[in-house]
Antibody, heavy 121, light 108 residues
Framework: EAHLEESGGGLVQPGGSRRLSCFVS????????MSWVRQAPGKGLEWVAN????????SYVDSVRDRFTISRDNTKNSLYLHMNSLRAEDTAVYYC??????????????WGQGTLVTVSS | SYVLTQPPSVSVAPGKTARISCEGN??????VHWYQQKPGQAPVLVIH???DRPSGIPERFSGSNSGNTATLIISRVEAGDEADYFC???????????FGGGTKVTVL
């Protein structure tokens, strides 16, 4: 059974930086694309970024492009999200998710429990 | 960018059928996936590829997709089905994943 566990959340001042990590087990990490999805308090789900299995191709939602960087280390079964220039609106629970890709589509079949990032002075 | 619109809330009596819509431009040409999220928990995939159920999801959950509307259908609703439900598609033109705003299902 796949297991994803996020870490690195906490309180950060506006303009600050934070690195989130996600350690996975129970499946061949290098065979799957991965994403970060976030959820602001009391709000809906927002896809943040994805990274293909080789770690080369990446995509970002417009609101975090140029501030966040997604990366992975397939030798360590780990996914990362480097967040810079954090804003209050980045406050959210951040989920690490595994992609299942199909013809012309992709969806998320496994989710971590999430890690809360709070941006506040 | 592609937009998915869901009703904020749906109420249903136990044993009845709940229908949750997800509207998007020509959404019938895309594959739609649905997630259930209970308070304090991570989302769980309940429907993929419009109408397929992952292993372990009750047969009471089904889906349809045509034209500009996809629908999640929960038959014989139980108290345990009370949750937020989100639809999701992949937007090929932007290579972005898009979620609907979510629908809170209340069991009366």
């Amino acid at each position: 059974e796949a297991h994803l566990e996020e870490s690195g959340g906490g309180l950060v001042q506006p303009g600050g930086s934070r690195r989130l990590s996600c350690f996975v087990s129970g499946f061949t990490f290098s065979a799957y694309s991965m994403s970060w999805v976030r959820q602001a308090p009391g709000k809906g789900l927002e896809w943040v970024a994805n990274i293909k299995k080789e770690g080369i191709e990446k995509s970002y939602v417009d609101s975090v492009r140029d501030r966040f960087t997604i990366s992975r280390d397939n030798t360590k079964n780990s996914l990362y999200l480097h967040m810079n220039s954090l804003r209050a609106e980045d406050t959210a629970v951040y989920y690490c998710v595994r992609h299942r890709a199909g013809t012309g589509t992709t969806f998320f079949d496994y989710w971590g429990q999430g890690t809360l990032v709070t941006v506040s002075s | 960018s592609y937009v998915l619109t869901q009703p904020p809330s749906v109420s249903v009596a136990p044993g009845k059928t709940a229908r949750i819509s997800c509207e998007g431009n020509k959404i019938g040409t895309k594959s739609v996936h649905w997630y259930q999220q209970k308070p304090g928990q991570a989302p769980v995939l309940v429907i993929h590829y419009d109408s397929d159920r992952p292993s372990g999801i009750p047969e009471r959950f089904s889906g349809s997709n045509s034209g500009n509307t996809a629908t999640l259908i929960i038959s014989r609703v139980e108290a345990g089905d009370e949750a937020d439900y989100f639809c999701q598609v992949w937007d090929r033109s932007s290579d972005h994943v898009v979620f609907g705003g979510g629908t809170k299902v209340t069991v009366l």
